[in-house]
């Protein structure tokens, strides 16, 4: 088949780029590089720098390169940013996906697979969340993921744009080449930071706060491997393909790590010892985060083949190690 990716310069869009060539389909990349690295994309793949609000360009890339299907990862994705800059993520977010979404009836283009997030359903009490609870975003990237899930309802109403949306909690490791991983600047997330001590390159981790409501005192989240996440796209895709049928799905592991666990865990795979201090808590962080994925492992029959933290987290060392300052490396 024959598959746009946007967002294929970033970090979730550059494994499925690779993992899709891989399985021998054509890829189109855009990326307007505002996050992204060209270093990051597969060369295999036909690359255009291009904006997704440019919808008179990606219009004329669906129809010229005869796209057959679309997987959709261009967003901002910074909770914190997302709440002192609430517009820029309007902005790109929704504005950027309705413009996608024109392009794509202009071009008659009927499939779309797209990263949305855990961060749709907002803080719940019971564990684990499964797609029966209720959105409830929490911060300003929560609402502009659910207001694309909900565009592409409508869409699919009125023009028979099917979607699968996918909703992600936290993502982690790197492709086991080593050649691609995560590679933020600047970096908020847990496992690229704790990896940033063995590498030399910050002296300690910060435990942002240890006195929530678990049996640790930290925060507790649901770990999915990359490589996972991805193959999940591929049946989403083969799923819209064989049954034309709107739908979401939670992506997680079903199990929890708490931060000093996956401290703990990063200490054994890196044979550093890591230290870590205690700072206050980050604002707007939930105390336990876990994913029920049983609907997309009954209905689509995903299967993780990475589950252990352990695994995770010896992908992404792999990657850091090899790129310690990330792409600028090459
Ligand atoms: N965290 C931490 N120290 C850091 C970065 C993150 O203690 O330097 C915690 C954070 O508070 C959360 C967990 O690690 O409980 C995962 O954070 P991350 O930003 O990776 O993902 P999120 O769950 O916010 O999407």
Not at 84 to 105: F, H, Q, R
Not at 128 to 151: D, Q, S, V
Not at 250 to 271: C, D, H, P, Q, W
Request: negative net charge; charged residues 25%; glycine residues 8%.
């Amino acid at each position: 088949m024959k598959i746009l990716v946007t967002g294929g310069a970033g970090y979730i869009g550059s494994h499925c780029t690779r993992m899709l060539l891989d399985q021998g389909h054509d890829v189109v990349v855009i990326d307007n590089l505002s996050t992204g690295y060209r270093q990051a994309v597969d060369p295999r793949a036909t690359m255009y720098e291009l904006d997704i609000k440019n919808q008179k360009e990606v219009s004329r890339v669906l129809t010229t390169e005869h796209i057959e299907a679309v997987i959709h990862f261009a967003a901002y994705s910074l909770v914190g940013e997302s709440m002192s800059d609430p517009i820029k993520y309007y902005d790109n977010n929704v504005y950027g996906t309705m413009c996608l979404l024109e392009a794509m009836i202009d071009a008659n283009v009927k499939r779309i697979v797209f990263s949305s997030t855990a961060a749709v359903y907002g803080e719940h009490e019971t564990m684990p969340i499964t797609e029966a609870y209720e959105e409830c975003p929490t911060n300003t990237y929560g609402a502009t993921k659910l207001a694309m899930e909900e565009m592409m309802k409508w869409a699919d109403i009125a023009h028979g744009v099917k979607y699968i949306a996918l909703r992600y909690f936290n993502v982690a490791g790197a492709h086991r080449s080593g050649e691609i991983g995560e590679a933020h600047n600047p970096e908020t997330h847990l496992i690229p930071l704790i990896l940033q001590v063995p590498n030399g390159k910050r002296d300690f981790i910060s435990i942002f706060g240890d006195d929530y409501d678990t049996p640790d005192g930290t925060c507790i989240r649901d770990y999915i491997d990359i490589e996972d996440l991805i193959d999940a796209h591929v049946l989403a895709l083969d799923h819209l393909v064989n049954n034309n049928r709107s739908d979401y799905f939670n992506l997680g592991s079903g199990a929890g790590y708490s931060v000093k666990e996956m401290i703990e865990a990063a200490r054994r795979v890196t044979n550093h010892p890591i230290p870590a201090k205690i700072g206050p808590r980050r604002a707007g962080d939930p105390a336990r985060l876990i994913a029920s994925s049983d609907k997309i492992i009954r209905e689509l029959g995903w299967k993780r083949n990475y589950d252990t933290v352990e695994s995770i987290i010896a992908s992404a060392w792999t990657f850091h190690r090899n790129h310690r300052e990330g792409y600028a490396d090459e």
